[in-house]
């Protein structure tokens, strides 16, 4: 699913219009009919609304919605903030309509405070995607007002104040839900909106296909039907030797775990062989094979490997640096590079000129931070992760809520499953081996990367659902890689 900008979503709707020959507010309605049904879903048992809105088109949904629930059956109260008279068309339009009904109508103009209001659902239609400056002054303070209300608030399209493509300022709603239109906006991925932001969820209001198969837009969320597109089943005389051998340099003393689990994820994933380096293989498992750090060079110079990972639970020390200087100076194909390896690449970057072309990145905000340096924003950290992986040629997976996928064409992929259950030690680990046991198979480092992070995160998914608890171990998401695959097969 692409993530369109602020900007390209008027030229959308725009397109919309003239394509199916409808009316600006005829498709305010259709967005507003598409609201209204995801609110019932989780709030048909609520009596009271209120629905506070601004003048421009976010408050002209707003006067839809009223007008809907109101037909509904619904107690609603509406609050325009502003002069309605300088409002925009569609807005004045349903402003009108909604006068035909018998619903009370309060009216805050400049300077003066919002009523106070308890134990309704308030719905925010200040202001959407439209919005260009931070919000300060009298309307700061309606807003510091609404976000002081004991009630549930959900946003129309966008929190109040909230910029969709660029860091925020000013006030902000404080959304317990945000119901969104067609596409999510870049601002829901990054941490500092989730305050704003809450739970959020897409609503399809029609708007043109053939407008959006021919934009082109450098972010992208990926969902179960994209992932299905590119997952191949396995043909009928595949074996071992077609799978794929993986080898993975990975624990030391003191962190045997890290290369165990790293290990078992790639050959639950699917490599036909793996091959586990290290000097402490505490952890055996007898589908994988073993060799120690003293076998490395011969092991690559006499093997091909069609993938190889190495980092988890490394070690930094002189051996683990030596082990990482083998491998960049013996191999010079994709690989996948996690953890310590990343921490030594840090200190020393001279070595990040021997990073093969296409080879993944897996650093976690801690150990991105030793590598690029700090960021005090989420559009910094995007500028971060697009320079790094154009000048490395790489492909870089910040793994976090939402990991993100960037290529070396700068291209940003959002991954869309996972929770946060998975936010445990070993995690990180696992995704290393699927990544490794995908490039094992056949797929591109690129493909493997978008898989490999969605394949990761819904085995993370079904085993919540399995064990209805707060958290997983590392273990729970290897255990799911299969029921997962089941998903992206079927049919």
């Known amino acids: 699913m692409k993530i369109i900008s602020a900007r390209h979503l008027h030229e959308w709707d725009k397109a919309t219009i003239e394509e199916q020959n409808i009316s600006s507010d005829m498709l305010m309605e259709r967005a507003s009919i598409a609201f209204v049904r995801a609110l019932l879903k989780t709030h048909a048992a609520e009596h ?29 109260t509406v609050v325009v903030c502003g002069d309605i008279a300088t409002g925009s068309n569609d807005a004045q339009l349903n402003y009108q309509r909604l006068q035909k009904w018998s619903i009370p109508i309060l009216h805050v103009l400049h300077g003066q405070r919002i009523p106070l209001f308890e134990n309704v659902i308030l719905i925010d239609a200040l202001f959407g995607t439209g919005l260009n400056r931070a919000i300060n002054g009298w309307m700061a303070d ?7 209300m004991e009630v549930v608030r959900i946003s129309v399209d966008m929190p109040s104040g909230l910029f969709a493509d660029i860091p925020s300022d000013g ?81 030391s003393v003191g962190m045997p775990g890290a290369a165990a689990l790293c290990a078992s994820a790639c050959l639950q994933t699917g490599a036909g062989l793996v091959t586990q380096c290290t000097d402490n293989p505490a952890f055996e498992q007898p589908e994988i094979m073993y060799a120690t750090r003293t076998q490395l ?11 190889i990972a190495i980092g988890p639970g490394l070690g930094t020390d002189q051996a683990g640096i030596e082990a990482l200087q083998t491998v960049l100076t013996s191999c010079h194909q994709p690989m996948v590079i996690d953890a310590d390896a990343l921490n030594i690449v840090s200190a020393q970057p001279d070595l990040q000129q021997h990073i093969p072309a296409n080879s993944i990145l897996t650093p976690h905000p801690k150990e991105w931070m030793r590598f690029a340096g700090a960021h005090t924003n989420w559009m910094q950290l995007m500028q971060q992760l697009r320079e790094t992986a154009a000048r490395l040629q790489c492909i870089i997976v910040y793994k976090k809520a939402f990991t993100i996928v960037v290529t070396p064409d700068g291209h940003c992929t959002f991954n869309g499953s996972g929770n946060p259950g998975m936010a445990t030690a070993g995690s990180g680990d696992v995704l290393t081996g699927v990544l490794a046991g995908l490039i094992a198979q056949g797929y591109t480092p690129e493909i493997a990367a978008r898989t490999g992070v969605f394949l990761h995160g819904l085995a993370g998914d079904l085993a919540m659902q399995h064990i ?3 958290n997983l171990v590392a273990g729970d998401i290897i255990n799911h890689i299969q029921a997962a695959y089941g998903f992206l097969s079927a049919i």
């Open 48 to 76: 009271q609304f209120v629905i506070v809105c601004g003048i421009g088109n976010n408050g002209g949904d707003g006067f839809c919605i009223a007008r809907l629930l109101h037909q509904k059956g619904y107690k609603i």
């Open 142 to 148: 309606v807003i510091q007002d609404i976000n002081g």
């Open 171 to 251: 006030a902000i709603i404080k959304a317990h839900q945000t119901i969104t239109f067609q596409t999510p906006k870049l601002a829901f991925f990054f941490e500092e909106n989730a305050a704003y932001i809450g739970d959020w969820q897409i609503v399809d209001i029609g708007l043109s296909p053939h407008w959006l198969e021919n934009h082109h837009s450098a972010y992208t969320f990926i969902q179960l039907e994209d992932i299905q597109q590119v997952y191949t089943n396995r043909p009928v005389f595949s074996h071992k030797g077609t799978n794929g051998h993986a080898c993975i340099i990975a624990g």
């Open 297 to 307: 060079r011969s092991l690559l110079s006499e093997r091909h490997y069609q993938a």
């Open 468 to 470: 209805f608890g707060q």
